[in-house]
């Protein structure tokens, strides 16, 4: 059983627009949720991330939305970039102990 | 950033025999290392957690004769791959925390090590 779920699958964003990746947990234990970003042929690098305490936090033009209530949360990049072209995993952690990821958006930002 | 380096980057082997991989972090000491496995286009599954000094935790599903797990030093996992088979072909990925900031969460992945086994 997935322990989060991630959508959409794949995404295509012209330059300049707004990608929006979701992702949805149940396990109420989770109280870290990092967003990492992976090229092709290398390990994930970590993005942003948040902690259930905050509703939302930004870092530059990547924003995570949290809904506790809802147990989603996504990730949001404005003006997105050719450069933005990769793989995004979001994932869940209990207390820093495990890290479980979703299964991945493919994003392309076409020129 | 930290830095945390796999090694080799990439292995082709014959079916039958052992190939291992080293997972180092090379300016922060970590107590804990993860090891995954990511098929293509596809999520990382956690096979095992690595715990300095102690023996690893193995993910249910996942065979701890088959893939030998030891983490000998605050900077050192190494993954071993025993008796590989063509099915065994994965790309592995380590990640690592820092012991003096554990607090933060923050995982630094290595750079991966494709496994291909002929």
């Known amino acids: 059983q997935q322990q989060v779920k991630q959508s959409p699958q794949s995404l295509i964003v012209q330059k300049g627009g707004i990608s929006i990746i979701n992702c949805a947990y149940e396990?109420?234990?989770?109280?870290?949720f990092p967003w990492y970003q992976q090229f092709p042929g290398k390990g994930p690098a970590l993005l942003i991330a948040?902690?259930?305490?905050?509703s939302e936090k930004k870092e530059g033009r990547f924003t995570i939305s949290f809904n506790k209530s809802a147990k989603q949360f996504s990730l949001h990049i404005m003006d997105s970039q050719p450069g933005d072209s990769a793989t995004y995993f979001c994932?869940?952690?209990?207390?820093?102990?495990?890290?479980?990821f979703g299964s991945g958006t493919k994003l392309n930002v076409k020129p | 950033g930290a830095v945390v380096s796999q090694h080799p980057s990439w292995v082709i082997c014959k079916s039958g025999t052992s190939v291992k991989i080293e997972c180092r972090s090379l300016?922060?000491?970590?107590?804990?290392m993860f090891w995954y496995r990511q098929f293509p286009k596809q999520s990382l599954m956690l096979m095992a957690t690595?715990?300095?000094?102690?023996?690893?935790?193995?993910e249910q599903g996942v065979e701890k004769d088959k893939f030998l797990i030891n983490h000998a030093s605050l900077t050192l996992s190494t993954l071993t791959v025993t008796s590989a088979h063509p099915e065994d072909s994965s790309f592995y990925i380590c990640?690592?925390?820092?012991?003096?900031?554990?607090?933060?969460?923050?995982?630094?992945f290595g750079e991966g090590s494709r496994l291909t086994v002929l």
């Open positions: 994932a869940a952690s209990p207390n820093f102990n495990k890290f479980y």
């Open positions: 990640s690592a925390r820092d012991v003096q900031a554990a607090n933060t969460g923050e995982l630094f």
């Open positions: 690595s715990n300095e000094g102690s023996k690893a935790t193995y």
């Open positions: 948040i902690r259930p305490d905050v």
């Open positions: 300016d922060f000491q970590a107590t804990t």
């Open positions: 396990n109420t234990a989770f109280d870290y």
